[in-house]
């Protein structure tokens, strides 16, 4: 079988959205896990595959491809089979539909949580601030409005936008729980996603992981104050 080599580190929602595709479409991946701590994303041999410096990063023998969206979307056209047409479809509205949700957790979704975690790691915060609960509540809003339309983000079953989105979204649930009163559509999709095999195994120990480092990190610091 052919083996993927994969940058990633479990805490990142990008990487968990492609171990959970990998997941689906039964890829081997060989993981490594660049130490971040030592600059290694900014280590020559890194950047020359990736001038983003980021994770994940995905190697397809000579090929190396970065961002978690153009990684999903590759493997799914070269290697989704049977399963492309329902996870990609190829009708250009419901793909287009698609297209818009994985831009929303491009644009609005993983900034708002980049807002918190960035802040949080340089020491600058020891919890959620008015200003940042504002901007992911802002972004549940948005996403409560696309689940009036589909009982998934983008169709009326599970694609790629709901791997992609669900990754950022569980693990800003991490760092403000999503008010089931307010965004009760919110709080139905991500049960039933996470009742999926792959969100269990690829997405919740690592959503779990980042929430437990963010919540001790708030917490030394204010112990610290």
């Known amino acids: ?10 805490a990142s929602p990008p990487a968990r959205a492609v171990m959970m595709l990998g997941d689906i479409l039964g890829l081997k991946f060989e993981f490594l896990e660049p130490k971040l701590l030592e600059g290694e994303l900014s280590k020559p041999e890194y950047s020359a595959k990736n001038p983003m410096k980021t994770i994940p990063l995905l ?5 190396a491809l970065a961002d978690s969206h153009a990684i999903v979307m590759y493997l799914i056209s070269k290697y989704g089979a049977d ?9 250009h509205q419901e793909r287009a539909r698609l297209h818009q949700l994985l831009f929303f957790d491009t644009g609005i979704l993983f900034p708002s949580m980049r807002a918190v ?7 600058q915060c020891s ?5 940042q609960k504002t901007q992911i509540e802002n972004a549940y809003g948005m996403l409560e409005g696309y689940l009036q339309k589909s009982s998934y983000v983008a169709a009326n079953h599970l694609t790629l936008a709901d791997i992609c989105v669900g990754a950022t979204a569980t693990t800003l649930h991490e760092l403000l ?5 307010r965004f009760p559509k919110i709080v139905e999709w991500m049960n039933r996603i996470n009742t999926e095999e792959f969100f269990k195994t690829q ?11 963010i919540r001790m990190t708030w917490e030394k610091r204010r112990l610290n104050k």
């Open 1 to 10: 079988m052919k083996t993927f080599i994969l940058h990633k580190h479990n």
């Open 177 to 181: 729980p999503v008010d089931a009163d």
């Open 203 to 213: 997405n919740a120990p690592g959503c779990a992981q980042l929430g437990e480092i």
């Open 117 to 123: 975690t960035i802040p949080t790691f340089l020491g």
């Open 59 to 63: 190697e397809d023998g000579d090929f």
């Open 83 to 91: 399963k492309r047409e329902r996870l990609y479809p190829n009708d």
């Open 127 to 131: 919890g959620i601030t008015d200003e």
